[in-house]
Each structure stands twice: as structure tokens, then as C-alpha cells.
């Protein structure tokens, strides 16, 4: 009986579950990106994504804090895969398995207006940047349109609301990998309609990044990012990216 007492407390105190699952990382925490976390548990996928189903993966975005923007925050920071992955090299991260969807006027990322989930211990009230970076499944081969939102109406440096945000699809350095990010919005991004794009893609996995670069903190912070599978022909992105269709 002793012995099913200290078992009963080991478990309790670790946060796990003996039936259902858990959002807990591997043995280095939030921080750990080395392991792959449990699973965050079911959600609603978007109807053109296919949900993973591996009950030993984490079913979100890794979420990593970048470098705080400077004197601007142009697109012009973000010119490439690797100029994008290079600002992102700091310990501030974690899965999470929401928090690429918001619309605040809070400049810390850890109110809870941002719903990330989990959310941050603390977070400093000033410009940041954020990645969320993983992969996205797809149903479907055929074309897949995306569109991103951050409130910018052009490419100045007040109708771009002097930030930018972006997304890559399969990008990266490997071979076939697409090096410069599919979409883009806001000051000095590549023209106004830069915003949205389609792209023929199998399906499967596709190496998957957004990218928020929040200068002006007199502006709201807002990110909208949309997907859909047009099959044969282009269509209107209007599917959030829901947690169940990425996965690290």
C-alpha cells in the first residue's frame, strides 16, 4: 500500500495523466526544443488540414522570443530564411498550442490577450518579436493558398504600422526548400499585395514558420494568419491555422 502511495504522489506531482494526455515537454522543459512533447491534446482541425494523430506528438507551434526590433521594424530585418532564423536564436521558448491568433492592445506578450497556451511567466511591456515554427499537415495535394494580417493597409512606414509579419512555407537551407518566406505584410514588405499567395504543395508535412516583428507599440498587436486548399485552382485563405493541423 506504501509502495502505490509514493507511485500515486510521483505521478501527481510530475503532472501526468494515467489516461488522456497532457501539453508536457520533454525532460528540458518548455525550453527543451531536443525532444518532442506529448500531445496538447484534441482541437478542432481546419476542414483542408489533415490533424496529427501520433498521441506522442505535440500538437502546436514552437514559439520562440526574437530579438527586440531596433530604430525600425521593417520587413527589411527579414530578408531571407536565414537573416529570419538568425534573430531567433535566444533560450525564450516553448510549445504552445495557441497564441499564433490575436489582436491586443497589450505590449506584453504575456497577457492573456495573446492566448498562448501555455503562456509566458513574464514578459517585458516594450517591441518584441515571435516565431512559431514547425510543421503544418496537409490533406490534400494541390494548391494552398495563405494570407497574414497585421493591421498594415501598404508598405510605409504608418500604413505598414511600422512592423511586419510573415510566413514561410517549407523554407530552409535543404535541398528543394524554398529560401525566402512566402507571404509578407507590413513597413517595407515587398508590395501590398505581398500579403497573399498560393503555392502548389503535396500532401503530407511542410516545414512551417510565422513570423510577428512589433515595432510601434502605439499600434495594436495583431496577427491573422489563413490557409485553404484550392485543389486545382487558387481560393480565399479564410481557415485559421488550427493546433491540430501543425506539430513539431
Known amino acids: 500500500m506504501r509502495r502505490l502511495l509514493i507511485i500515486a504522489t510521483l505521478l501527481w506531482s510530475s503532472g501526468c495523466q494515467l489516461f488522456g494526455t497532457n501539453a508536457i515537454p520533454p525532460d528540458g522543459g518548455p525550453g527543451d526544443v531536443d525532444g518532442s512533447p506529448l500531445d496538447a491534446g484534441p482541437a478542432d482541425a481546419a476542414p483542408?488540414?489533415?490533424?496529427?494523430?501520433?498521441?506522442?506528438?505535440?500538437?502546436?507551434?514552437?514559439?520562440?522570443?526574437?530579438?527586440?526590433?531596433?530604430?525600425?521594424?521593417?520587413?527589411?530585418?527579414?530578408?531571407?530564411?536565414?537573416?529570419?532564423?538568425?534573430?531567433?536564436?535566444?533560450?525564450?521558448?516553448?510549445?504552445?498550442?495557441?497564441?499564433?491568433?490575436?489582436?491586443?492592445?497589450?505590449?506584453?506578450?504575456?497577457?492573456?490577450?495573446?492566448?498562448?497556451?501555455?503562456?509566458?511567466?513574464?514578459?517585458?511591456?516594450?517591441?518584441?518579436?515571435?516565431?512559431?515554427?514547425?510543421?503544418?499537415?496537409?490533406?490534400?495535394?494541390?494548391?494552398?493558398?495563405?494570407?497574414?494580417?497585421?493591421?498594415?493597409?501598404?508598405?510605409?512606414?504608418?500604413?505598414?504600422?511600422?512592423?511586419?509579419?510573415?510566413?514561410?512555407?517549407?523554407?530552409?537551407?535543404?535541398?528543394?526548400?524554398?529560401?525566402?518566406?512566402?507571404?509578407?505584410?507590413?513597413?517595407?514588405?515587398?508590395?501590398?499585395t505581398a500579403n497573399q499567395a498560393c503555392v502548389m504543395l503535396p500532401a503530407g508535412e511542410q516545414p512551417f514558420d510565422i513570423v510577428f516583428w512589433y515595432f510601434n507599440i502605439f499600434e495594436r498587436a495583431r496577427l491573422r494568419v489563413r490557409h485553404c486548399a484550392g485543389g486545382t485552382s487558387m481560393c480565399t485563405p479564410d481557415q485559421p491555422i488550427a493546433a491540430s493541423a501543425v506539430r513539431l
Not at 506522442?56 to 525600425?72: H, K, Q, S
Not at 497574414?148 to 523554407?171: E, F, L, S
Open 48 to 192: 483542408d488540414a489533415a490533424p496529427a494523430s501520433d498521441a506522442m506528438v505535440f500538437n502546436g507551434l514552437l514559439a520562440i522570443i526574437g530579438d527586440r526590433p531596433e530604430v525600425t521594424g521593417s520587413c527589411d530585418a527579414l530578408t531571407d530564411y536565414t537573416e529570419m532564423t538568425g534573430h531567433f536564436t535566444g533560450a525564450t521558448r516553448m510549445p504552445v498550442s495557441a497564441g499564433w491568433d490575436f489582436d491586443t492592445d497589450a505590449d506584453a506578450y504575456n497577457d492573456p490577450s495573446y492566448g498562448f497556451q501555455p503562456n509566458w511567466a513574464s514578459a517585458p511591456s516594450e517591441r518584441f518579436s515571435v516565431r512559431f515554427t514547425g510543421k503544418l499537415s496537409l490533406a490534400s495535394a494541390g494548391m494552398h493558398c495563405f494570407s497574414i494580417d497585421i493591421g498594415a493597409t501598404g508598405t510605409g512606414i504608418v500604413t505598414g504600422k511600422n512592423a511586419c509579419g510573415q510566413v514561410y512555407v517549407n523554407a530552409g537551407t535543404g535541398s528543394g526548400q524554398a529560401t525566402r518566406r512566402l507571404i509578407e505584410t507590413g513597413y517595407q514588405a515587398e508590395s501590398a
